[in-house]
């Protein structure tokens, strides 16, 4: 079956800090790849998307480049600005099949940023 | 546009009490979905519907667990009767089809002491 698995937290960075979250996959073929976020109180929102393989999703700052040979999406930001404070969630769907619209999520990553 | 609107936002009741969680979905989405969300198996997909239809509900935990669409603009879950491990916030979402984007909404924090 599909799994996404990421990187566990929290994760605590100082302002204006480098950001990797780790996200690798398992699915069949070619899926669509997601990165959700949650700020605290609130429902998750689609952060960036990439369909195929080398795309790169960018938003707010935020990348991650889908990686068909190591099955990876990892997102990364240069600069973390507290108002990043969130859980961000890996996502993957599949390309086909009766479950195309299911999403398989990630368990959530944590991500404090101090002043 | 208003976005996913669920109610009630918290809900606090005691064990064997049946519990009914909404959802209106954005106008024009045929895709709505219902999520679980604990900090032990994270967010997990209870059942999604497709204009109205249940299309995949392996993810509905036990016979305790119904939904259901009666029309385009909303949807129910029923917990009957509910259990102290029903505790988790429970999300909304909708869809379009030939989006890749599913919209949530606020959650509904269920407390079941």
């Known amino acids: 079956g599909n799994s996404v698995t990421q990187m566990e937290g929290p994760v605590t960075l100082s302002e204006e800090a480098f950001l990797t979250i780790n996200c690798t996959y398992t699915?069949?073929?070619?899926?669509?790849l997601f990165w959700y976020v949650q700020y605290p109180g609130e429902g998750l929102q689609l952060l960036l998307k990439?369909?195929?393989?080398?795309d790169k999703g960018s938003n707010k700052g935020f990348e991650a480049t889908y990686r068909k040979e190591t099955t990876s999406f990892h997102l990364e930001k240069g600069s973390v600005q507290v108002s990043d404070s969130a859980v961000y969630f890996c996502?993957?769907?599949?390309?086909?099949?009766?479950?195309?619209?299911?999403?398989?999520f990630g368990k959530g990553t944590l991500l404090t940023v101090n002043p | 546009d208003a976005g996913v609107i669920q109610s009630p936002r918290h809900e606090v009741t005691e064990m064997g009490q049946e519990v009914t969680l909404r959802c209106k979905p954005i106008s024009g989405h045929d895709y709505l979905f219902w999520y679980r969300q604990t900090m032990m198996r994270g967010l997990e997909l209870l059942i999604y519907f497709n204009n109205n239809v249940p299309i995949d509900d392996s993810g509905m935990p036990e016979d305790r667990f119904s939904a259901k669409m009666p029309n385009a603009s909303f949807s129910t879950l029923k917990i009957q009767p509910s259990e102290p491990r029903d505790s988790a916030v429970y999300f909304c979402?909708?869809?379009?089809?030939?989006?890749?984007?599913?919209?949530f909404g606020p959650g509904t924090r269920l407390t079941v002491t």
């Open positions: 996502a993957l769907r599949p390309l086909s099949g009766g479950s195309n619209y299911k999403l398989t």
């Open positions: 990439a369909t195929k393989a080398d």
């Open positions: 699915a069949t073929g070619y899926p669509s």
């Open positions: 979402a909708s869809s379009f089809q030939g989006s890749y984007e599913q919209y």
